[in-house]
Nanobody, 121 residues
């Protein structure tokens, strides 16, 4: 399984960005998808995760009410809609897949390359 994350960029505080994570397997996948981020000088941290069915969703406290994880336009895509962005959201964002939803690295087996999000005026 390969994952492709995209959608990062430069945005002003209060703005929005939409990140996408595409699973490269052409067959239907039952994996959960998680988003993590790594800011300069900090450890990677959990952001959000969703089960394949969408019935189970988790968010980090720091993004609750601002970020939304959901299925994209195709069954192999998961989207992270980021609203009301703050400078402290600046980080490289990674998507990952695994058998269950979890808020730590150990729950995920496959990782994509990161996409940089910079929130600055």
């Amino acid at each position: 399984v390969q994952l492709q994350a995209s959608g990062g960029g430069l945005v002003q505080p209060g703005g929005s960005l939409r990140l996408s994570c595409v699973h490269s397997r052409s067959t239907f996948s039952m994996d959960a998808t998680g988003w993590f981020r790594e800011a300069p000088g900090k450890e990677r941290e959990f952001v959000a995760a969703m089960s394949w069915s969408g019935e189970t969703i988790e968010y980090a406290d720091s993004v609750k009410g601002r970020f939304i994880i959901s299925r994209g336009d195709t069954s192999d895509t998961v989207v992270l809609q980021m609203n009301s962005l703050k400078p402290e959201d600046t980080a490289v964002y990674y998507c990952a897949s695994g058998p269950v939803v979890g808020n730590a690295d150990l729950f995920y087996e496959n990782w994509g390359q990161g996409t940089l999000v910079t929130v600055s005026s």
